[in-house]
C-alpha cells in the first residue's frame, strides 16, 4: 500500500524498526545494569535508582511467589499515582504475572466487574480504597483470595484478616534475588481494561510484545527532540492505570532509560509545584492540564522553560491553547490518536516538518491505517471522504480477554476495527471526525457530534461543550448540544443556534441547547457523551 505520509516523517525517524522481541523485565534488568545509580522514580522530595527501585521490586515479586502465584496470574494494581504502583508493576513482570491496571475510583459493582472477568487474585490496592476490595473478598462474587494494602501519609487501619497483607511487610520479607523464570515475548504482561463508556469494559490482552513494540515506536517518535534518549525525565500525571498514562511514562522509560517524575493530582499547582522542583523536560497531558498551566499566574516565573517536547491527547487542543503554551514554554507539542487495544498509540503530528490543524497526525512506523466504509468495512475510502479507520501494527492487542464474540467483530484479516470514523488527507494526515457510536441519524442524514463540538470551540464565549442525538419523534434523532460559557460570558439558546448556522448545514444545527457548569468526564478527561444520553434518558421517564 501507499504510504504517503513518510514524506512528512520528521528527520531521523525511522519508517521501521528491528524490535529485539525481549520480555519488558529483560528491559528494565538492562538499565539496572548499565545506570544503577540513576534516578528512575521521583516523588516530592525523595527518589529511588534504578539499582533501588530493582531491589524493592525483586524483593517483592519473590514475596507473591511465596504466597502462591505463578506466571500467567493476573495481579490488579489499584492506586493514584503513587511510586509504589510502578515498583508492583515491576515485581508482577519479574515472575511473568499479568498486571490488570484498576481505577481506583471505580464502585463496587464496577471492580466486581473487572475482577470477575480478569480472574484477578490478588489486589494491591491503595489504604484510602481498600474497603472496596475487601466488600468484594467477602462477597465472594469474584476469585480475588488476597489484598496487599499500600499505605500513604493518611494511614488507614483495617481489622487483622488471613488474607490481608502490608505491603511494605512483603517487600521486608522478601529476598533480593532476581526470580529465575522464563518469560517470553509472546507472554500476556497486561490486561487493560476499556473504558466501558459504551457498555461493560473489555480486557485488553497485551503481550510482552505489543508493550515492547509501544515502547520502542515512542522513542522513535521522539527522537527529534530527544536524540539521546535516557536524558528524558519525564513528568507522570496522567493516571497510571491509564494506558495514556501509563505507555507514555512507565513504558516508554523501559526502552528509553530515562527518568520518571510521579505526579498524585494533576491540579495546575501541583503540575507547576514539581515543573519547579525536579525541571522535566517530557510530559503527556490532557487538554486541560494545558490551558490550567497557561493560565496560572505563576507560569511567568516558572521553570516551564525546562520542557522540550509534550504529547497532548484523549481530545482535541484548541489552537490558541497549544500556540500559547508554546510560546510559554519553547516547548513541541505533538498531539496523538490511539486507543487501549492498541497498546496506547497509533498516530502523532510530527514535531516539526509540518502541522495541519485539527488533525491527529501521521501513522507511527510499523503502523499501516486505512479509511474503510461505515456499511461493510470493506471498501477502502478515497482520500477525504469519513469512513471508519482500520489499523495495522505491532502494538495491537492480539484480541478480548475470554470475548471471541466482541473479538471477532474488532479484530478482521488482521486489521483492528477502531469504532472510531476519520479521514485521510493526500499526505497521510488523518483526522478523527468522530465515534462510531456518536453518530446522529437526523431524517437519514448522518450528523457527527464532533464537528458541532468543534464549531462551538471556535466560539470566544464558550469554553467547552458536548452535542449529542436525541430521540425526535418526527427525524428519528436530533442534536442536543451541553455548553459550558467561560466565566463572566452569557449567550442565549438562539445566539447558540445562529452561531451554528453559520458553519453547519441545516439538519446539523443543534435543536436543543442546555447550558451547564460541568461536563462529565473519564479519569483521562474526555467527555461522556454516553453519560449525557443516560441523563437525558432519565429526564423523559420521569
Not at 4 to 17: L, P, Q
Not at 235 to 252: C, D, E, R, W
Request: glycine share 8%.
Amino acid at each position: 500500500m501507499e504510504r504517503s505520509w513518510y514524506a512528512f516523517y520528521d528527520e531521523g525517524v525511522g519508517h521501521s524498526i528491528d524490535y529485539p522481541g525481549l520480555p519488558m523485565k529483560a528491559h528494565f534488568s538492562k538499565w539496572v545494569d548499565k545506570n544503577p545509580d540513576k534516578p528512575y522514580l521521583i516523588w516530592g522530595d525523595k527518589q529511588l535508582t534504578y539499582k533501588e527501585a530493582n531491589s524493592i521490586a525483586c524483593k517483592l515479586s519473590s514475596s507473591i511467589i511465596s504466597l502462591g502465584y505463578v506466571k500467567g496470574d493476573r495481579i490488579a494494581l489499584m492506586t493514584t499515582n503513587l511510586p509504589e504502583y510502578v515498583i508492583c508493576l515491576q515485581a508482577c513482570w519479574k515472575l511473568g504475572a499479568a498486571i490488570v491496571p484498576t481505577n481506583p475510583m471505580y464502585t463496587v459493582p464496577e471492580l466486581t466487574h473487572q475482577f470477575g472477568d480478569s480472574g484477578t487474585k490478588i489486589v494491591f490496592a491503595e489504604a484510602q480504597f481498600a474497603n472496596k476490595v475487601v466488600e468484594i473478598i467477602k462477597n465472594g462474587k469474584t476469585s480475588i483470595e488476597k489484598l496487599v494494602v499500600i499505605q500513604t501519609a493518611n494511614k488507614v487501619e483495617f481489622p487483622a484478616a488471613d488474607y490481608i497483607f502490608d505491603y511494605n511487610d512483603l517487600v521486608a520479607e522478601g529476598e533480593d534475588k532476581e526470580p529465575d523464570i522464563e518469560v517470553t515475548s509472546a507472554d500476556l504482561s497486561m490486561l487493560q481494561y476499556t473504558g466501558g463508556t459504551t457498555g461493560l469494559s473489555k480486557g485488553c490482552l497485551l503481550s510482552n510484545s505489543n508493550l515492547e513494540a509501544m515502547a520502542y515506536q515512542d522513542v522513535e517518535w521522539f527522537k527529534p527532540p530527544f536524540a539521546i534518549s535516557e536524558e528524558i525525565v519525564a513528568m507522570a500525571a496522567m493516571p497510571l492505570y491509564h494506558i495514556y498514562g501509563f505507555n507514555t511514562s512507565v513504558n516508554m522509560m523501559m526502552v528509553a532509560g530515562g527518568t520518571i517524575i510521579v505526579v498524585n493530582g494533576p491540579s495546575p499547582d501541583n503540575l507547576l509545584k514539581n515543573i519547579n522542583e525536579h525541571e522535566p523536560n517530557y510530559f503527556a497531558a490532557v487538554p486541560a492540564m494545558i490551558y490550567g498551566l497557561n493560565n496560572h499566574p505563576d507560569i511567568g516565573k516558572s521553570k516551564i522553560k525546562s520542557i522540550k517536547a509534550m504529547i497532548c491527547g484523549s481530545s482535541p487542543l484548541a489552537v490558541e491553547g497549544l500556540n500559547t503554551f508554546e510560546k510559554l514554554s519553547g516547548a513541541v507539542i505533538t498531539e496523538g490518536y490511539g486507543l487501549s487495544e492498541t497498546s496506547n498509540v497509533l498516530t502523532c503530528t510530527p514535531f516539526y516538518t509540518k502541522r495541519k490543524i485539527g488533525s491527529v497526525g501521521l501513522p507511527w512506523p510499523d503502523v499501516d491505517i486505512k479509511i474503510v466504509d461505515l456499511e461493510e468495512g470493506t471498501k477502502e475510502m478515497p482520500n477525504g471522504e469519513p469512513g471508519e479507520l482500520i489499523a495495522k501494527g505491532p502494538q495491537i492487542m492480539s484480541g478480548y480477554w475470554k470475548n471471541p464474540e466482541e473479538t471477532a467483530n474488532v479484530l478482521r484479516d488482521g486489521w483492528l476495527y477502531t469504532g472510531d470514523i476519520a479521514t485521510i488527507d493526500d499526505d497521510g494526515f488523518i483526522t478523527i471526525v468522530d465515534r462510531k457510536k456518536d453518530m446522529i441519524l437526523c431524517s437519514g442524514f448522518n450528523v457527527f457530534c464532533r464537528e458541532i463540538d468543534e464549531v462551538m470551540y471556535k466560539n470566544p464565549k464558550v469554553l467547552d461543550a458536548c452535542a449529542i442525538g436525541i430521540p425526535d419523534p418526527k427525524r428519528g434523532e436530533t442534536p442536543k448540544i451541553f455548553i459550558i460559557l467561560k466565566p463572566g460570558q452569557t449567550m442565549t439558546e438562539d445566539e447558540v443556534k445562529d452561531y451554528c448556522r453559520q458553519y453547519l448545514a441545516p439538519y446539523k444545527v443543534p435543536t436543543h441547547v442546555e447550558f451547564i457548569n460541568e461536563l462529565p468526564r473519564t479519569s483521562v478527561g474526555k467527555p461522556m457523551r454516553n453519560a449525557l444520553r443516560q441523563q437525558e434518558k432519565a429526564k423523559n421517564n420521569q
